[in-house]
Every structure is written in C-alpha cells, then in structure tokens.
DNA sequence: GAATGTGAACGGCTTCACAGCC
DNA sequence: GGCTGTGAAGCCGTTCACATTC
C-alpha cells in the first residue's frame, strides 16, 4: 500500500490485485532458488510452501497473470520466473538514485539484492558537502544541488530517500519535479506527493512498534488489563512461560510493508 | 469451555484489528509532533491530514481503542499520546537485540528513532570474530557464541535480523529457543517458527519490486496493448506459447541473479 | 490420478452518512 | 454549528471446493 497519496487511489491496474502484485516478488524469490537447483516444475503446494503462503491464494494471484500452468502436473520454473519477471518489469534495467548517504543510505549503496534484480544504483546524493566525491559502494557521492541533472542525465524514475525526516518533504519535490514518479521513502514522515507519483515507506520504529504491541498482549494474557505503567524492572519474567496458550498471532500476516528510517 | 480455540481468538475483550495497530504509530507519531507544538487539541479531520489517511478511517480506528475524544470538539494531545502509547505497550521498556552488524545492522544499531520510542537496543550480536569487542554506535559487538546468554541476561523478547539470507533461519531458531518471540527480519527469506512467535519482515529489493510494476504500467499507459479489461477475458485455454507478447523490450533473462544482500 | 483454474462463500477493512453529544 | 462515534453498505482479498484438464 502506497502512502503519501491524496485521495484517489489510482488503482487503474490492469486486473492484477496489489496483494497479488505484492505476493510476486515473493514468487520470484522461491522461484529463482528453485531454479538454481535445477528444478524444472513445481506444483502450487510446493512453490506455496516455499514462499510462505498458501496453496489457493498462490494458484488465484497466478490465475490473474494468465494460465501457465499444467494441470496434473504443476508450473515450469523457468517459463514462470520468466513471466512474472516481465510482470514486474524486471526485464529491464532501472536506474535509481539514493539521496541521503548516512549510515542507511550506505547500507542500501552496499545492498546487494538492488543490483541483483533490474536495479542500478545510478548515483548516491547528499547534502553535506563533505561527502561529495567520497567513494561509497564503489559510487562516488554527488552533491544534492546537482539533483535535477543526476535525474535526468541518467533517465532516473525511481529515487530512494534515507534523509532525515526534516529534509524529506523538500528532498522529494525536487524528485519529483525532476520526473521521478516512484519513490521508496526510508524517511520517519509522511510524504505529499502530486497524482501520478507512487511513494511507499519503509519505517522501522513502526514495525517494531507493531511487534511491541504484540508482545504486550502476550505477557498480559492471563494477567490483568490495563494500569499503570511501571518501568524499567526487567524482571526475569519468562515471556515464554507455560502460559502461552493462543496467541493467535500466527504468521506475520498479511503484508504491510516495512520499516526503517534515516 | 474456556478453550476452542480456534485460530483467530480475538473475540477476547478487545479485538483491535491488525490494520488499526498498523496505525497506531503513525497516528502516534503525528501527535508527538502536536504535542512538541504545544497544540493542546486536534479534529480527526486534521491529525488524519497529518497522518496521511482518511478521518472516517481514523476515527473508526479510535473507536476501538474507546471513546478519547470530545465532540464539537476534537481528541486532546497529550492525552491521546498516553493512552496510543499505552495501547502499543510504549510505556514500558523494551530491550532489543540486533544480530548481524553489518552495514544494515550498523545503520540499525545508530538509528535514533529506537530509544526514542521505548526501544532500547540491548545487545549488537555478529559471527565475525573480528567484530567482537568492536563499539558500533557505542555499544560493543558480542559474538554469536553468547546469543543465548545475552538474550536471557537481558529479558530480550524482541529480536532485530540483519544477517544474509543463509544464516537467517538458523539465528532465528537460536533467539527463539532462548525465548524471543517476536521478530523482525531483514533477510530476504522466508522464517519458520513455532506458534506464538511473531515475525515482521522487511525486504527491500521486494519494495523496489514492486514500485517498478507500478512505474513500467505507466510507461506503457500510452501504448494501449491489450487492455482487455472484462472480468471472465481470461479463458483463453491455450499457454500461449513462449511467444505471448512481443511488447517486451528485449527478451533477456540472463538468467536468475541471486536475490540476496550482501 | 494429479494438480490447475475459478466461481462462490466468507470475512475483514474502508467508506458512507447520520445520529448523538458538546 | 461542529465534530465524534458508529451502524450499514460496499469493496477487496482469502479460502473453499470442485469442475476441468492433462
């Protein structure tokens, strides 16, 4: 789920469902360690298993990019990892630029699963001036006032922004104006962006804020409700006691995408 | 009876849906900011400006939490703050390990943003002798060898990875056996773990992934292909051979690149 | 016999719209 | 008059179950 929008959620997909749409790179993935091993088919049970999901939402998200599979015998790897590759646009080459190179922009220059995939680190930008010329991943830092040149010398349409929150509004009007019109935003706020533009968010103070309200449900599960707060006094208190019972929280659910900030 | 339990028990006292606990940290950290203003009041309409979703969905989702507003009026700041933070388990402590320091985990381990929010990071574990002892945002690397030690010492419930893909399953069997029972993951994997666990994922490349299906439709918005729309359009019994569409750039596969970070 | 593809049922989330309270 | 709180409607995604195809 795209954020930042206004209203209109746009979604003129071509009958392909975002949680499908979402669901295919995790396709892919399963898809291409079964390649590597040289398996030639696999059935939806098997392929469902692998990418953590069940068998019927598995058969129904491919049922949306076409019938390529064989009944009786299951889908062949490498026509599959073909198709969903063009599905995803990955059998192309997109260029994207990561603005905001501190400890998170550099951990994303050095992230090897961009490359591996369609995506070129096109260039690194940040504001301090000290930085610019610095090697990072190989890349050599630009400045931010060369933001609109980078953009369009290199055809950029995807930008990565792990700026802090303070800088992230205006780092991303100037992308935009630029033509970026995807944007992956690592920054902690909430990004206004015209129509057109696709923004998802990565917070990491929210995923784990999630993971905490879980946790708190689980300690208080026979306990007592709500009251007082306490602090600190980490007792040896076993969160995994014999207690347990339920805890419903089974998988990590559906998909909500995720975390971290600059 | 006190039993029956099926999958999804919820039914107990309050059933706050996931799509609402999302939410909550974004609605917290919008009124943080009011509150670092000083703004005393605020209209759904307004915080779910700054919130960046819809006031119906806002207040539907305060609704759950019980009845914190005043009407003609609006929610009070500070107290909606107490009571969100309250509901998310902020109001306590809670000690965080990160295992896997390397430029992610260090990008991690110097984010900000955890201590602000009740997290604390307990312990930076690696498998690399040569980090051990090694300060990274001020606190000393451990080695993996003491996982479980430090993870009991601590009273961790909440575990951060930020290792390869390979050696992902194994340290999360490790944190579980030890007594995390919520994860957060930043392998590009898929983690199997027992009931009661949770597990969060976080995966870049699938973000990227995903805004790329989205930019590539954008670009081919001009050239109406085979915009068949329809509902039932899709009987088309034959495979269509690998030829399908000619649409496609060029035809690379190149073969599968790993999906994996460094 | 085996496994896909899919209509239909189901359940959860979002949006609407208005009653209720300040 | 302004704004919250919420039943009801609508939408979307998941799951079921089985006809269909190899």
Chains 1, 2 share one sequence.
């Not at 995790?26 to 390649?35: F, P, V």
């Not at 931010?144 to 303070?166: F, M, Q, R």
């Not at 100037?174 to 706020?189: E, H, K, Q, Y």
Request: with cysteine; net charge negative.
């Amino acid at each position: 789920m795209a954020t930042g929008r206004t209203h209109r959620p746009a979604t003129r997909s071509r009958g392909i469902p975002e949680a499908t749409v979402a669901r295919l790179p995790l396709y892919l993935r399963a898809l291409t360690a079964l390649s590597e091993r040289s398996v030639p088919t696999v059935s939806s049970e098997e392929l469902a298993a692998a990418a953590g999901v069940n068998s019927a939402k598995l058969r129904k998200d491919f049922s949306y990019l076409g019938s390529y599979g064989t009944r009786g015998v299951g889908y062949d790897v490498e026509y599959l990892v073909y198709q969903i590759s063009r599905e995803l646009g990955l059998t192309q080459d997109w260029p994207v630029v990561i603005v905001g190179i501190g400890n998170l922009g550099a951990a994303l220059a050095n992230y090897g699963g961009f490359a591996s995939r369609g995506f070129r680190v096109a260039a690194l930008i940040d504001a301090d001036p000290a930085m610019a010329g610095k090697p990072v991943a190989g890349i050599p830092v630009q400045h931010t006032d060369d933001l609109e040149k980078i953009i369009k010398d290199n055809g950029v349409s995807i930008g990565v922004i792990a700026t802090p929150a303070g800088a992230a509004q205006q780092v991303c009007d100037r992308l935009v104006a630029a033509g970026v019109t995807s944007i992956l935003n690592f920054a902690p706020t909430v990004l206004t962006v015209p129509d057109g533009v696709d923004v998802r968010k990565v917070d990491l103070s929210i995923e784990l804020q999630i993971l905490a309200f879980h946790e708190q449900r689980k300690a208080g599960e026979e306990a007592p409700m709500e009251t007082a707060v306490g602090e600190g006094a980490l007792p040896a208190s076993a969160p995994r006691g014999a207690a347990a019972d339920d805890s419903a929280d089974q998988g990590p659910d559906g998909d909500v995408p995720a975390v971290m900030p600059a």
